[in-house]
């Protein structure tokens, strides 16, 4: 095994150094990290090399790796406990942007994808997200996702309350195509959206957002976890490795309440870093018992105008959604690439 990557296997902490090293040798190392990869979608992967996959999925994606991509929907199809066992909270922050920097431009994958039942849901609204993103950039025709969305409004092929149908609508939301909101809002009346996950406010204030947003702003994107991975010493500064991952978490406090985050695979997987304890967490997280998919920083709260208290059961609606505000009427797509 090359040098670097044992580094990547066993760290106790961030090894920025090794990653960086690792990026500039990546035809060296690339085989060695595919292999791990490979072994993980084959489910031949080691628990020991759990931190070698996390590692290995990010240096690949940062290096724009195309080798990384055909691989990407096998991990993706892995059940739902092992891919968080390797991901853990990084799945909400960082695989939309994983697939976003090593997508070859096979947008059958990325619909085959959203489709599948096998797949989390949750991960399948990030896939919705990064059609969404793809299609801003340019990089699907605007006519190829409006008729992905035709398609998945006629065909249904998910359940009702399934998770990816608020992927769907919020990819709507997301491009500001306003001509496609009546058939958003019929899968709010007729029960396909998940009533404790969105409301049809949601969409009416999410598309005035897309509609104030310049044509190049991109944060409504990252404020979902979709765009380009950046800096890894950045993306990944928060979470733990070692001893300190191992470590048993604080005591949850049950009446801390929750705040409703702008992304809905966020909110799906509030609780799931205290159901698997292999999950990888934050440091936030293990000061406070709560996950990053639990609480946002209230800067971030503040920016979100759909926030809303929710119980730690994430069943009820404490406080009221803010009432809508008028329709905007806007002319066009505020998409960045003009259909």
């Not at 690949?60 to 080798?67: D, G, K, N």
């Not at 409301?199 to 380009?228: E, M």
């Not at 920083?297 to 404490?318: E, I, V």
Request: proline share 9%; glycine share 8%.
């Amino acid at each position: 095994m090359h040098p670097l990557v044992m580094e990547l296997k066993s760290p106790q902490e961030l090894p920025v150094a090794a990653m960086q090293a690792c990026l500039a040798e990546i035809d060296t190392v690339a085989p060695e990290l595919l292999a791990a990869v490979e072994r993980f979608a084959a489910g031949n992967l080691d628990r020991e090399d759990y931190d070698l996959v996390f590692l290995g999925l990010h240096v690949l994606a940062a290096a724009r790796e195309p080798r990384l991509w055909p691989l990407l929907p096998r991990v993706i199809r892995r059940p739902d406990d092992e891919l968080h066992d390797v991901l853990g909270e990084s799945r909400p922050d960082n695989l939309g942007k994983i697939i976003v920097n090593v997508w070859d431009g096979d947008v059958d994958a990325l619909w085959d994808m959203v489709c599948d039942r096998s797949i989390y849901d949750g991960d399948r609204l990030i896939v919705w997200c990064v059609l969404a993103f793809l299609t801003w950039e340019g990089r699907i025709a605007p006519e190829v996702t409006r008729g992905l969305l035709a398609r998945h409004d006629l065909e249904r092929p998910v359940a009702e309350g399934d998770l990816g149908w608020v992927g769907w609508g919020q990819c709507v939301e997301l491009l500001g195509w306003q001509e496609l909101v009546p058939m958003v809002e019929r899968a709010y009346q007729d029960g396909r959206m998940p009533w404790d996950f969105t409301r049809i406010d949601d969409l009416t204030l999410g598309l005035a957002q897309t509609a104030a947003a310049a044509v190049d702003d991109a944060s409504r994107f990252r404020d979902g976890g979709v765009g380009y991975l950046g800096d890894l010493s950045t993306e990944l500064a928060d979470y733990l490795f070692g001893a300190e991952r191992d470590a048993p978490p604080p005591p949850r406090d049950p009446g801390i309440e929750r705040v409703r985050a702008s992304n809905g695979y966020r909110r799906a997987c509030r609780h799931r870093s205290r159901a698997s304890p292999n999950g990888r967490l934050r440091r936030r997280d293990r000061r406070t018992g709560m996950s990053d998919a639990m609480i946002r920083a209230p800067a971030a709260a503040a920016r979100n105008t759909r926030s809303a208290a929710w119980r730690p059961d994430g069943a009820t609606r404490l406080t009221p959604p803010p009432a809508s505000p008028p329709a905007p009427a806007w002319p066009g797509s505020p998409a960045r690439r003009s259909p």
